[in-house]
């Protein structure tokens, strides 16, 4: 009994240890260097001394690695916001605006910014002698001027008085007369200027 008493402590003890010991680790080989030769006509596994020496027409071929593709940086591109003339149109042979000239003229002062000039052109129909149409022009430009003053803008402002020119519709109608009486507003920033 005591034999057996003996056996039952000692059993799990060395299965214990068994179990406990740990296999001796297998450091990680490098891979190995395989050489291919073409030997009697057929590509076979050579050692470094019994490939072929490679020719002035052997032809070495690299592996693909995989590649990353690099985009460039790109500088921020500048946005470039083309803001058309506003107009304001006039009524026949007076500097009295007609249509809803307020609000073209509130457009200008939400979209004028600090930096920009501001050119003022004022045009007439065919009808008239020249010299009258010049001065109607004027007269047109200096209203707009003065308005545009009056809603606080103090960008540097330059008038134009054209007179019967540059016609955005023939004058045979009311209509297109009606178009051609007008003033128009152009932004000019400080990149035009200098040009």
Request: net charge positive; charged share 25%; with cysteine.
């Amino acid at each position: 009994m005591k034999r057996a008493l003996a056996a039952c402590l000692v059993a799990p003890a060395f299965l214990a240890g068994c179990v406990s010991m740990s296999q001796p680790r297998q450091e990680d080989e490098p891979p190995q260097r395989v050489n291919v030769g073409w030997i009697k006509r057929d590509w076979r596994v050579c050692n470094e001394d019994e490939c072929p020496k490679p020719t002035p027409k052997t032809v070495v071929i690299t592996p693909p690695q995989a590649q990353v593709a690099i985009k460039p940086i790109e500088p921020p591109k500048q946005t470039v916001t083309v803001r058309e003339p506003v107009v304001v149109h006039f009524d026949f042979a007076k500097a009295v605006p007609v249509g809803d000239w307020k609000h073209a003229l509130e457009t200008v002062e939400r979209q004028v910014a600090p930096s920009d000039s501001l050119l003022i052109k004022a045009y007439t129909d065919d009808l008239g002698s020249e010299r009258y149409n010049d001065r109607l022009a004027r007269q047109r430009a200096a209203f707009v001027l003065s308005q545009l003053k009056a809603l606080g803008i103090k960008n540097p402002m330059e008038v134009k008085a054209k007179g019967k020119c540059c016609y955005v519709a023939p004058n045979d109608t009311d209509a297109g007369r009606a178009a051609n009486r007008r003033a128009e507003v152009h932004f000019i920033t400080p990149k035009e200027i200098n040009k």
